[in-house]
């Protein structure tokens, strides 16, 4: 399962487009409410999430998503998200990060010596990284994201990693990406 994390201030683009990628791959994709049921995004978007965040089974846990925008302040601010951080890393689970959501990690040194990217002006969080500037950066379990532009190379990145290249370069044709 991967579980989207939303908070009030998400960038639309950032965890929409991915959850619509991602589920046309058939992975199975919760979108979660940190904050309550719903989230309203940065462009005033509100959605019904699928589950609230105490309702997140970290046994059946692939990826653990943190799309980006004003309100990755509320992510990293919430004890129940960072502990979700601490238990994929703990159990080698994939984390993505999006647009300002690296320096959520960078904060807590997750990124020290790995490659990643971000929205530019973040990577000041992410000072012992190695900044690349791609569109997706995977570097072993940790992918990252520069920002709303580059939403779908990161939706394509997760499907890779979950279900494959082929599956991937397939969608992409399918959805007229390629």
């Known amino acids: 399962m991967v ?5 009030d201030g998400f960038e639309d683009i950032e965890a929409l487009e991915p959850v619509d990628i991602m589920r046309r791959a058939g992975i199975c994709v919760k979108t979660v409410g ?75 040194g997750i990124l020290d010596g790995k490659k990643y990217t971000c929205f530019p002006g973040f990577e000041k969080f992410c000072a012992n990284g190695i900044f690349t500037g791609e569109k997706a950066t995977l570097d072993g379990k940790i992918l990252t994201g520069k920002g709303a532009g580059a939403a779908a190379d990161f939706g394509f990145k997760m499907v890779e990693i979950l279900k494959g290249k082929d599956i991937a370069d397939k969608l992409k044709k399918e959805m007229q990406y390629i």
């Open 3 to 7: 579980y989207v994390l939303m908070v």
């Open 34 to 108: 940190v904050m309550g049921k719903n989230a309203t995004s940065s462009h005033d978007v509100t959605i019904e999430t699928d589950i609230p965040i105490d309702a997140v089974n970290k046994d059946d846990m692939e990826m653990l998503v943190l799309p980006g925008g004003p309100g990755h302040t509320n992510l990293d601010e919430s004890g129940e998200v960072q502990d979700l951080i601490t238990y994929a890393l703990e159990n080698d689970i994939y984390i993505a990060a999006i647009c300002a959501s690296p320096s959520i990690l960078g904060k807590r």
